[in-house]
């Protein structure tokens, strides 16, 4: 019975590790699409949503059953409580891939970025792919260390953020106000897609030490050897 309780656990984790994958590769495909308005990829991304909606339902109904049954205390709690938060973290994250998506969609035949802000989104999606595939990883290794990493990797998203929005505040804007609003939105998913593969780092550092990842941060750096 312990045995079979035990597998239901790493089951959570594996359906997390599922997501992770499959909403990273969405953000990565949906970048292509909007670059290059590539309308068939933009609907296959679009559609593939649904894999992501259904493994978080999938999860949910898991860990509502071990709460039911097996009524788990301390680290066990802690994993079931957690691998809910994080496949919520992980669905929202598929939605923003999928609003990228329908971006590219709306704007079709026409790509919805300039060609002088091609090289800035292309970044910005290969970046949102490699945190949301550290986000994976963290999951899988259960490394603290990695996964507090995430948070000063994502200051690079907040960076291209900022960037994006000294284009659209300079003078020399030139492609009109919808386009402007394009672009606003383009970084807001991208920003709030990083922002998620760090919060789902975050779940695992608590769920690893059971404190949140800035008291956690702080005493890697306190103990001689550590965090560093």
């Known amino acids: 019975m312990r045995d079979a309780y035990h597998e239901e656990l790493d089951s959570l984790s594996e359906d997390l590790v599922e997501m992770a994958r499959l909403v990273g590769s969405a953000v990565g495909r949906a970048t292509t699409a909007i670059l290059d308005a590539d309308l068939n990829l933009a609907e296959n991304v679009i559609a593939s949503d649904q894999k992501v909606d259904d493994l978080q339902h999938d999860l949910e109904a898991k ?8 009524q788990p205390v ?6 079931v409580v957690t691998s809910l938060r994080m496949s919520a973290d992980l669905e929202r994250s598929g939605d923003l891939a999928q609003h990228v998506a329908k971006l590219a ?8 970025v300039p060609q002088d802000l091609h090289a800035t989104i292309l970044e910005m999606g290969q970046l949102a792919q490699r945190l949301m595939a550290k986000a994976g990883e963290v999951i899988i290794t259960k490394d603290v260390d990695l996964a507090l990493q995430l948070e000063q990797d994502d200051d690079a998203m907040d960076a291209l953020h900022r960037t994006l929005f000294q284009h659209l505040m300079d003078d020399r804007w030139r ?3 919808e386009t402007a609003v394009d672009v606003t ?12 593969a760090v919060s789902v780092a975050k ?13 956690a941060a702080a005493v890697l750096e306190a103990v001689p050897g550590e965090g560093a």
């Open 74 to 79: 301390a680290t066990d709690l802690r994993i």
């Open 203 to 215: 779940r695992v550092v608590y769920l690893v030490t059971g404190e949140h990842a800035d008291v």
């Open 175 to 177: 492609h009109g106000i």
């Open 63 to 70: 860990a509502i059953a071990l709460l039911a049954r097996q």
């Open 105 to 112: 969609r709306l704007r079709f035949p026409q790509s919805a």
């Open 185 to 196: 939105l383009l970084g807001r998913y991208y920003e709030r897609f990083a922002d998620h």
